[in-house]
Structures are given as C-alpha cells and as structure tokens.
C-alpha cells in the first residue's frame, strides 16, 4: 500500500509523528538560547525538578547552543503560562493536555514511555473495584444504589475514564448511586477505605493496585475487578479503555525546527540513560492518537466542551410549564428569552468551530513544513507494517534511503526490510522483534546492501507505533562506515596490545619461575642450618642438663645455669627464624578446631598473674558476656601471639596495669568479628618507628636490648600469623603513657557444641616407672644417642644403638624392639627411606617409630609414616611423654624414691653415711614451711623451698633430693599448681626413706 492512498487524516498523523523525529544537525553560536519546559507538578515541586532535571541537562547536551530548564508549575500556573506564552514546551497529563489542545492551539511532539515496575507503558485507563468478598456486586449495573469513591471530579483516570464506561452501560454517577464522593490524592486511600468496608466501590488509575500489591500492602485476590478487559499488550489489570500517556507538547509560538530537534533528541533517548532512570521512563515515542480523549470530554460534558449546550422539545415545555399556562404575555417574554440564549449558544459553537478550522489549518502548514523537513535530514527512515512479526512492504522512505541505496522512491516502496537487510543470518531477528513488541523500541547493528550489491554498515533505530489500526515500525537507520573504521584500527591495536600483554605475561611467569626456585632454595638452606645448629646446640642443652644433676659445686652450677640459658636463648632464636621462614614459605598451617576461648583467657589470667605481682603491677582481663561459648579458630597459634603481647607489655611496663580486653561484633546466626586487645602503661612507642615495630629483627630505637632482650621477631610472627586466620594487628602507642595492640579477627565460625576443657596431662616423668622395654635409636651423631641412652637408662629402658638408615632397618628386623627413634638426616640411608623399608617389612611395620630431627621447616609425604614427630634439641620431658603413649607405665613416686633413695645410700662411704641424720634433720625443719603452702601457693616461696631442697641434696650427695628440688623448681617455673601440690604430698614419704638406713 503506498501513501498516497492513505486518507488525509492518516497521512496528517503519519507525517506529524515521523517528521518530528528527524534529526539535524545543530550550528548555534554565540550564547546559549534559554528554553523552558513547564512541568506538571502534583505535590512538592522540588520532587518533580528533581524527576525532569536530568532530562533538561540531556538535552542542554544533545543539543549544542540551547541551554533547558524544568519549571514545576500546578494546573492554574501552567494555564496561565501557557496563556501568556511564558514557556516553549509543556509536559502534563493527557486531560489536562487536551483542554490546553483545544483552548490555546498547542502541539504534542512526543508521546512519554513510562517505567512502571521495570515494565515499558505508554497508555493507561481506570480500574472499578470492590471487595472480593461483596456477591451482590458482580457487574458494573449492580453499583446502583451503592456508594462510589474516586480521587477527583476532573481526574481522568481516576474518574472520568470510568464515568465514560458507566455512561455507555446506562448509569449515571451523580443520580443511581447512593453516594458518589472525591478522595483526593493519593489513590492508595481509595485503595484502603474500600478494604476496610467504608465505601462500597473505589476507582483508581491503572497500576495502582499492582504497585500496592508488589509493596506487600494488600493482596490482589482481597479485591473484585469489575468490566475486566482482556489486553495482551497490557500488562496491568484496567476496568476501562486506553489512552495515551502524558505528551510533550510544543506553543504555538515555538519553532518547528527546535521541536524537531527536541523530538528526534528524546526519540534516540536510550532507556539506559540516567534522565530515564531518574525520570521513570524507558524513553520517547511518536506522538500517539488523543482523539479518544477529546471524545470522552465531549461525551461527558467536560472542559474544554463543558459549554455545549442540548435542548429537545420536552425540556423546553418542563422548564416552562408555569409560564406558558401563565399567561400569553409571559409566553412571548419566556420565548423571546428562550431565542436570546439559543442565539448566544449558536455565536459559542461557531466560535468553537472556526476555531477548530483555525487548528486543522495550522496542523496541515505545520504537516506541509516537516514534508519538506523529512527529506533533509542526515538518517535513512524506513516505515512499514508489520504482522505477526513479519514486516511488509515499505510504505514511506526519505530521499536520503533512496540515495544511500541507489533505488528511486518508487523502486524502494515496492521492497520490504528483507531485500536491502540481507546480512540477517548474522543477527536473532527473532529476538530483535520480541524485544520490540515488549519495548516498544529496539536499537541494534546490521548491514545494508545497495542497488549496486555495496555494503554499508548502519545503526537501526526502530519505534513500535500504531497507524490505521495496524501495527507499524519506524527505523531510523544511521550510516556508520567510520564509526565501523576506526572500531577496526581500535581492534589492531588491541591485538597488537595484547600480543605485547601476552609476551609481559611469559616474562613474568619467567621471573616467577626464578624467584621460586630462589625461594626454595632459601628454604632448602634454612633447613639445612637448622639442621646443622640444632645438632651441636642438642648436646650443649642436653648434656648440661645432666651435669646440672650431678655437678655440686655451686661456682660450677652457675657455670652450667649460664650454658643452658644461652642454650634455650639461641633455641627461641632458631624457633622464630624458622616460624618466619615456614610462613614466608607458604608452609605453615592454620589448624582450625572447636574451642571455648573463656579457657584459654582463663589460663592466660592465671599463667601471667604471678609475673604480674613479681612487678607490682596490676592485671585485668575483661571478656564481653555475650562472647561466643564455641568458636572455630587455631588456639595454639591465637595463644602464641598472645603470650608474645602480654610478655612484650610485662616486659616495658615497670607500673600500673595491663589489660587485655575481648569482645564480640555479630555479623549474623553463625560468624562473629573478635577484638582481643592487649593494653599496657609502659614507656610507649614513637610515632615515627610505630610503622617499622613489625619488621623483623627490628625494635625500637634506645631499646636496651640487654635490659630488655628478645630478637624483634616475636611481632614479625605475630602479625604474620593474625593475617593468616583472616584477621589484622593494629598499634596505637603513646611515649610515656602506653601502648595498645588490638587484634580483629573477622568471620568467625560459631560452632554449635560447646568444647569441654580439655583435661589435664597428669603424666610426671618424675613419679613413673616404665616396664621393660627396648628401644633402638638409630642417628649419625654419636653426642645425641649418647644423651637420649642417659636419660632412657635411668626409666628403665633398654637401647641398641645404630649410626645409620641401614643398620637401623637391619636392628628392627633382628632385635625387633619395642619401638625406635629415627633421624632423618643420616649418611648410606636417611630416615625417609628408612621408615619406607620398616613399614613395608611384615616383620617391622607395625613398630611404632619416631621421626627424630633437626630440621622442622616442613614434612615431606613420607612423614606421614611416623607416628610421632619431635625436634631437635631433644627435650627429656616430651620424649618420656611421648614414649608413654606406646609404652606401658605405672606410678610409683613413693617407691620410686625409696629405692633410688637406698640404692644411692648403699653407694655413700662410711663418712657419708654419718651425715644423714644431719641431712635428715635438716629436712625435717623445712616440714612447717609445707604448711603454708596449703592455701594459695607463692610460687616465690615455692622456689625458694626448691632451691634449699636441690642444695641439699647436692651437700651430701643423695641425688633423690637433687632431683626432688629440681622438678619441683621446674614446676614452680611454668605454673603447674596443681602437680606442685601432688609432689609436695610426697616430702614426708622422701623422709622416711632416708630413715631406711
């Protein structure tokens, strides 16, 4: 079907709509040209600025030498505007845009998109309601007799829409209900006044009832819809028929041209933009047909057609009954009046018809105007019908299609979108077409192919209208062969630049690869060194452990004192090199468990509490009520860092308080944030060396380091093994005044269980008597089996001793012995192959072996094959434990020490034996001081017994009361209260066994 065959009110709306969207190209110069656009402003005119302003700054943007502004008006000060033409443009509602129509000669340009629950409407209609629950109210002639709420008189998808419908089914809402009354805004009242049974029937505009329902406010099945209309392009529920939404509207006094360009502008609007987001739509569309509107205002009576007066015979004569029958005179008088107001009607609708010619006049200049504008633009427009998402034939195209394709007007109204489309296989057009039938709108890339089979890259613009009753697109295609240009030199470098990325990337990887290696190398040398430390520093600490057991002189015991101390010194320096190295290595975990951290708070309390009242200084521990009863975290490591903080507070404070304070910030029913922070009044640190206090080997600067000690690892660690549970160490310090460290600890896991505390190791290495048993140790250092024979033969166990991997696995198979210590680093076979042997053997592989060695920066996969672990120096205590996991014991301190007793006193020369009763009654004094050990223990005092204790048994050579004040010292030491109370129980029994001879 070709144009000219469409009638001429088609071809007016076809040309008006397409012409007001063609865009071209704007070359203003000098100062902006204000233009101003008079907004409908409902309620708070800030609110409707803020909703419209974006799209002003939109078009300020999109159209050089024009500068827009939004003025909020209510309906008088926008009539009054437009009136005395203060504005250029006008946005307002569809009723009030058609009095304006009809009153003052404005033009509508576009038609408003809306976003309504992210869903693209352009019309809208009323809703008629009532309970769900009312059955006398099914249709719309049952509202007889029953009262009615609306929002307003004049609103016209609030009432009037509705009152249209009624009008066309007989009812009249001013006489047939029994109380028709207007609300006002908002419509959520109607909403709820008929809810809540106070008016019968309520009437709203479209979407209200979804957005209430959406919002969780009401329940849609609560409510009967009544003259339900069934619209599959619609997607709320309506009582009513559609009608176009709010247009924007050009004065009679401004310009074609910058109406075009304002139309064409918002028409290329894309629903992405930020003036859609803010304004709630998703963009512009040719302007739609209000026709319908005026025919509702018109039907019933309402401004602008409010005026139109109808009369009929019986009216007259029921007006003017009494007067006729009143008298001839009054008669030619009421009809002589009659005639008077028949004549004034008559001059009204003249009026009103001249002035609609006058409309009809302008709008075919106007469409005469934009024929000449449709032709001129830069873009090829392209319309058609389309069914069943198929397009037809082109039934109008501008010159710049016909020339940009090489076809005649003529030629190109005879093709459809397919012939000049033929790169189709490379888009969905299936999905380019449903996007438009939901959108209204689509924007999309593809290529044009000429008359001459030339390609030409464009950008297609397609609006979804309505013409004719028929469903019909516009696409506006826009020529893009630079843009596709300079996309393409763009891509080369691209290429170019990730072939440059690429070739970084394998240096890098390169790089890594080295550093890597260096780092494994570093790993490989720490172990090694530790290996070869550890090994000399086990026979220093070991072997003056023994002598300590055996040497009298007390010049010779201070000697010994100072080894073992520098000995155990140099250890914790090792120790921490290696921390930091396993963690630099990647190669220290985090062992997470189920722990209540009221214990471990609880034990720091009272391990520190002592060390605290040595100094004088006062010790608080504040744990929030609320903290968590169960928590997954790795209390070993959490236990290290804290011991090194409150060492490192009772270090550098000589006054005051330290106070460590823990509490709990719930992120919800199963993590928590944990802050632990540790507080001191010590001598602070400076602000300036506050950023460096967690370097390794550094400390602060005028730190005596032989007053105060340490390596300046213990915070390098600590920080190091916080950020390996998740967490953060912060400082806050002041010099002279104190320090703050403050540990957060994020997300953590409460568990469900509540851990029960754990019990406590009863093993005493002092008060048990292991059974018979053999052990083979096999190690290449004569210095170390040497020790451990030592210290073994004195619990009653036998060792076979082996220098080698290979004579060890040889000794398992012949002796077959209880268990065996194996070293790891050995000549002719290593442990790791060793245990591989043993654990293959059918002989040998269920004896338990422990991994004996000097070198603890990792374990390999074949340590998973020993059953136990230790490292070097060897420590007596933790092997002895350890032994009795797998070795059967019994405790016998009594008997213990009476046959160590004897068997020492059997050895003492006559002389020696003279003296006992003098060591006995020396003894027997220290008996009362016991009594004042029976309430709280003073650990100083308990030293101070120990010591008294050990130098006896040093002065007349009974090692049973060396050694009974030396495990008691040690006990003292490391807190254990409840194990100094058990050996204190034992001194009487000590002095009956001396008694025994």
Known sequence: MKLMLINNHTKRVLYVTLLMMLMCPLSLFGQEQLITIGTLSFRSKADSLKKWQATAEYLTTALPGYMFKIVPMNYPELEAAVKKEQIHFILTNTGHYVMLEAEYGITRIVTLDKSVHGKSVNQFGGVIFTRADRTDINTLKDLKGKSVLAVSQKSLGGFLVSWETLYQVGIDPFKDFSRLSFNGMPHDDIVFKVKNKQVDVGMVRTSILESLAQNGRIQLSDFKILNQQQNAHFPFIHSTQLYPEWPLSKMKATSNDLAKKVALTLLNLSPNHQAAKTGHYTGWLVPMNYQPVHHILKTLHVRPYDQVLTFSLKDVILKYFYLIFGGIAIAFTAIFILLSKIHRINTILKNDINHRQQIETALRASEQKYRLLFNSGQDALFVYYITDSQPGTFIEVNKIACNRLGY??????????????????????????????????????????????????????????????????????????????????????????????????????????????????????????????????????????????????????????????????????????????????????????????????????????????????????????????????????????????????????????????????????????????????????????????????????????????????????????????????????????????????????????????????????????????????????????????????HVNLKVIEADDGYKGVLFAQTYHPDLILMDLKMPIMDGYEAIKQLKQHENTQNIPVFALTASVLGKTSASDQFDEFLSKPIQIPKLLRALSRYLKYTHHPILKQKTETIAVINTLSPSEREKLPELNEKLSQLIPKLKSFSGALDLDQVQEFAKNMRDLGHQYSISSVTHFGVHLYELAQNFESAKIRTLLKTFPDLINSLKTR
């Not at 397609?462 to 009753?469: A, K, M, V």
């Not at 630079?482 to 170019?496: A, D, G, M, S």
């Not at 990887?509 to 070869?532: Q, R």
């Not at 206090?693 to 213990?714: A, E, H, N, P, V």
């Open 408 to 793: 005649s007007r003529e030629e190109l109204l005879s093709l459809t979108p397919w012939h000049i489309n033929t790169h189709t296989h490379k888009i969905n057009v299936t999905e380019i077409f449903k996007e438009l039938h939901r959108k209204k709108w689509v924007l999309f890339e593809t290529i044009h192919t000429s008359k001459h089979k030339t390609n030409i890259p464009v950008e297609i613009n397609s609006h979804l209208f309505e013409l004719n009753g028929k469903q019909a697109v516009l696409s506006i295609a826009r020529d893009i062969t630079t843009r596709k240009q300079v996309e393409n030199t763009l891509k080369e470098y691209q290429n170019h630049l990730e072939d440059m990325v690429e070739y970084r990337t394998l240096e890098l990887t390169v790089e890594k690869d080295k550093a890597d290696t260096a780092n494994h190398a570093k790993s490989e040398f720490l172990a090694n060194m530790s290996h070869e430390i550890r090994t000399p520093l086990n026979a220093v600490i070991g072997f003056s452990e023994l002598l300590s057991k055996m040497v009298t002189d007390k010049k010779h015991k201070n000697y010994l004192m100072s080894i073992q101390t520098a000995g155990k010194t140099l250890l914790t320096l090792i120790n921490d090199i290696l921390d930091l190295a396993k963690i630099e290595a990647g190669r220290l975990e985090i062992q997470l468990e189920a722990i209540n951290p009221r214990f471990m708070f609880t034990e720091l309390e009272q391990l520190f509490h002592l060390k605290m009242a040595e100094k004088g200084l006062l010790f608080k521990v504040d744990i929030d009520k609320n903290l968590a009863s169960a928590l997954i975290l790795d209390e070993n490591r959490l236990r290290q860092v804290l011991l090194n903080l409150i060492s490192n507070a009772i270090k550098f404070t000589e006054k005051g308080e330290i106070k460590v304070s823990v509490c709990q910030y719930k992120q919800d029913h199963h993590t928590i944030d944990l802050k632990i922070s540790v507080e001191d009044t010590g001598i602070g640190i400076p602000a300036k060396q506050q950023n460096h206090i967690f370097t390794s080997f550094q400390q602060m600067d005028g730190q005596s380091t032989r007053k105060y000690g340490g390596t300046g690892l213990g915070l390098t660690i600590s920080k190091r093994l916080i950020e390996m549970m998740q967490g953060e160490i912060t400082l806050t310090s002041q010099v002279g005044i104190g320090s703050v460290f403050e540990i957060t600890l994020r997300s953590i896991e409460v568990h469900d269980m509540i851990p029960t505390p754990k019990e406590k190791d009863d093993f005493d290495i002092y008060t048990v008597s292991f059974e018979p048993a053999t052990i083979l140790l096999v190690d290449d250092i004569e210095s170390n089996r040497e020790l451990i024979c030592e210290n073994l033969s």
